[in-house]
């Protein structure tokens, strides 16, 4: 073995943590070029500190088979947010080649009934972990628009919530900051077994547009979009009350939002032309 390829493995073995880190900022390919290179046990070990986003991103560089391999050395938690990041042929395909008793515990737990918050959040949206530097987020931002949204859920390597950030406050931070130090622990969350109509009634709802759904084992699971809610009640003949704000404006809030540009000015003035008008949760809102 190379000089460089062992000291590499070797800090990657002694300093998990700290390579992670450093990894998840670089390209996955190129990430995935150094894992490939390393005995699958080491791999895995490594990605146990990887978030679920990325981890799923390299693996699916590989064969089935070499992903199978690396899934099967992670934590059941793990491997099971892991496999929430691809889609459903993927997931029965990687299941078939992992050992019968991980794939029994995974199968009971990856697959959440039909009506539940856990069926209807979103997997994919961008998490955070809180031991990097505000600067160090920003970047991932950019490189994840598309599944940015104003909340910024904060996660460990073990997948359990921590807190979070609202969009703004992030751009507003100096770069140095950690997110750690700036974040809110304090988070309302919504349990994945909930089924969608009492879902409806929470009262958070008057607070936020989106919010995290967690697993049994209070792992992130997504998160959930008031208007998702909404639109799967409706598709099944179940009539929430009427919305004021639109989903085209609510959208067009959530974009400038991310690009940080305000409109607390135009969505007061809004407001103050509609006051005979029921306000929805999304229009309390207060960024």
């Not at 062992?6 to 300093?15: A, P, T």
């Not at 807190?163 to 750690?180: R, T, Y």
Request: include cysteine.
């Amino acid at each position: 073995m190379p000089l460089t390829q062992d000291l590499r493995e070797r800090f990657i073995q002694e300093h998990p943590l700290e390579a992670a880190r450093y990894l998840e900022e670089l390209p996955a390919q190129t990430t995935g070029a150094i894992l490939q290179n390393m005995e699958p046990e080491h791999g895995a070990a490594l990605l146990e500190y990887f978030l679920p986003g990325p981890t799923a991103t390299i693996l699916k560089q590989y064969s089935p088979a070499t992903s199978a391999k690396i899934l099967s050395r992670l934590s059941p938690g793990s491997s099971r947010a892991v496999l929430r990041q691809f889609d459903s042929p993927t997931q029965e395909r990687l299941l078939e080649l992992l050992d019968p008793q991980a794939t029994a515990f995974l199968r009971r737990t990856l697959h959440l009934p039909e009506q539940t918050a856990g069926s209807l959040a979103d997997p994919h949206v961008l998490t955070l972990p809180p031991d990097i530097t505000v600067g160090q987020a920003l970047q991932r931002v950019a490189h994840a628009m598309h599944d940015a949204i104003y909340y910024l859920y904060i996660i460990d390597h073990r997948t359990l919530l921590c807190g979070v950030i609202v969009m703004k406050e992030l751009l507003a931070a100096a770069p140095a900051c950690s997110l750690e130090s700036m974040m809110n622990p304090h988070v309302k969350v919504i349990p994945a077994s909930a089924y969608a109509q009492d879902v409806l009634l929470h009262p958070a709802w008057a607070q936020y547009d989106s919010l995290p759904v967690i697993d049994f084992d209070k792992t992130f699971i997504g998160a959930l979009r008031h208007r998702t809610l909404r639109k799967y009640l409706q598709s099944r003949h179940d009539d929430p009350r009427r919305e004021f704000l639109s989903d085209a404006l609510l959208q067009l809030w959530e974009a400038y939002s991310l690009s940080g540009i305000g409109l607390m000015t135009a969505l007061g003035d809004v407001l103050d032309s509609s006051n005979a008008m029921p306000p929805s949760p999304e229009g309390q809102e207060t960024p």
